[in-house]
């Protein structure tokens, strides 16, 4: 008696054992993380980083600027107000 080799008939073959099969397979294969080969370098994207960066120190720089000029007028007011006369001050 000869024995038949195993083979998949067309009858015994179902689609979700096949999409089954597949989502197995999908979580037994060893996850391979993706590498960069090559440095990738965007000059127009660096100057406008650049120019970001130039735009805020300016900013910063002008805010500095006011606060100085308002810590100078808070002075300048306390010395305005220690110069009144006192009878200004009590009406």
């Known amino acids: 008696m000869t024995e038949e080799p195993f083979r998949i ?3 015994d073959f179902r689609p979700g054992c ?3 099969f ?3 397979l999908a979580f ?3 996850v391979v993380s993706a ?3 090559w440095a990738v370098y965007d ?3 660096h100057v406008q980083n650049v120019l970001i ?3 805020t120190l300016q900013q910063i720089d002008n805010q500095i600027t006011s606060l100085a000029n308002q810590a100078q007028m808070l002075v300048n007011q306390g010395r305005n ?3 009144l006369p006192l009878s200004t001050l009590s009406t």
């Open 53 to 55: 960066a130039a735009r």
């Open 22 to 24: 597949g989502a197995a």
């Open 81 to 83: 107000l220690a110069s």
């Open 28 to 30: 037994v294969m060893p």
């Open 9 to 11: 008939r067309a009858k």
């Open 43 to 45: 000059g127009a994207n």
């Open 35 to 37: 590498h960069a080969q």
């Open 18 to 20: 096949a999409v089954v």
